[in-house]
């Protein structure tokens, strides 16, 4: 069964840093390219965060490049996003995937809020 679990948000004051990890069952993830998508309140899933199987190739939204990286152990089936530099418009309910995303694949997500 194929299950995407997130963790590791919270509540941080602007300009901190968070660690999201996304744990991936299934061995199909590892030549997947995995992504972190975020949804604010009353807005749409967005991608933020890209990264291809093999490792050549990632992908940063403009909004949180030089802040955010995106890095993953394959053989581990996990996922990380490094959020440093946090802003207010960074706050969302933040989710792993794979590029272009799967419907049935979507977990709980992991909520961040940056609030002084």
């Known amino acids: 069964q194929v299950q995407l679990v997130e963790s590791g948000g919270g509540l941080v004051q602007p300009g901190g840093s968070l660690r999201l990890s996304c744990a991936a069952s299934?061995?199909?993830?590892?030549?997947?390219?995995m992504a972190w998508y975020r949804q604010a309140p009353g807005k749409e899933r967005n991608l933020v965060a890209a990264?291809?199987?093999?490792?050549?190739?990632?992908y940063l939204d403009d909004s949180v490049k030089g802040r955010f990286t995106i890095s993953r152990d394959k053989f581990k089936n996990m996922v990380w996003l490094q959020m440093n530099g946090l802003k207010p418009e960074d706050t969302a309910v933040y989710y792993c995937n794979v590029q272009p995303p799967i419907a049935t694949y979507w977990g709980q997500g992991t909520q961040v809020i940056v609030s002084s």
């Open positions: 299934g061995s199909i993830f590892r030549s997947s390219v």
């Open positions: 990264i291809s199987g093999d490792f050549t190739t990632n």
